[in-house]
């Protein structure tokens, strides 16, 4: 099934070009028609995909999707629309950015799906690492697994420069535990977008990382 036309890509190669509201009024019927529907759209049949597999992901697509207007009261870029469309798929959907789920992210430039465990509280994090330290040998096997490698390669993240004394020797053996994230990221190129092949690849990656994203899940909730 093809969700995108060459419409969507076009669409965001001129709003890179126009970034502001005169244009983007003027051209509000071709991002609807192009845009913003086929995407619902999408995000509605993966939604609909991945409840069949995960009983604990109830989301709408109203629930996952971003919208595309940026807050710009405390930034310094006062550009008034994202380039992209976007969606996160967790149990909390887009208010909720702690739990472990998947991100979206498509633009003219084609589609990035990011997973893992980005934005943690203080006492997540401590609770993810020493979950990692007692479940070492499962954390390994699951961030070497040959699927999980051959497509996203290394879980990513910015480390910080100084972690509890009690993971020192720890981080010996194994650096992440001095991550304050968790992620991975497979970029797919925009011919990936108008291909009847869209979904089952994404479709393929939310298996390929369903193990990280129930390890860290379940690290997070875990109280020492």
């Not at 076009?10 to 970034?19: A, C, P, S, V």
């Not at 759209?41 to 109830?58: G, H, P, R, S, Y």
């Not at 310094?76 to 469309?85: Q, S």
Request: aromatic letters at 14%.
């Amino acid at each position: 099934m093809q969700f995108f036309s060459n419409q969507f890509m076009d669409f965001f190669t001129n709003l890179e070009k126009n970034n502001n509201r005169e244009w983007f009024n003027i051209n509000k019927d071709v991002f609807n028609k192009a845009v913003k529907l086929p995407f619902e759209n999408f995000i509605e049949v993966l939604l609909n995909n991945i409840k069949e597999d995960d009983e604990n992901i109830t989301l709408s697509p109203k629930e996952a999707i971003f919208r595309i207007y940026k807050d710009v009261r405390f930034s310094k870029d006062k550009m008034p629309y994202k380039t992209y469309v976007s969606a996160i798929i967790s149990e909390g959907g887009r208010k909720d950015f702690t739990t472990p789920g998947i991100y979206l992210e498509l633009s003219n430039n084609g589609l990035n799906f990011y997973g893992g465990a980005h934005f943690l509280e203080k006492e997540q994090l401590q609770n993810l690492r020493e979950f990692i330290v007692d479940n070492l040998d499962e954390f390994h096997s699951i961030i070497n697994n040959a699927n999980f490698k051959k497509h996203f390669g290394n879980l990513l993240g910015e480390k910080n420069k100084r972690i509890p004394k009690e993971f020192n020797e720890i981080a010996k053996i194994e650096p992440l535990i001095a991550n304050k994230q968790f992620y991975y990221l497979k970029p797919l190129d925009s011919k990936m977008l108008t291909s009847k092949n869209l979904l089952p690849k994404v479709m393929e990656l939310y298996f390929a990382s369903k193990q990280i994203n129930h390890f860290l899940s379940f690290g997070i909730k875990t109280e020492f």
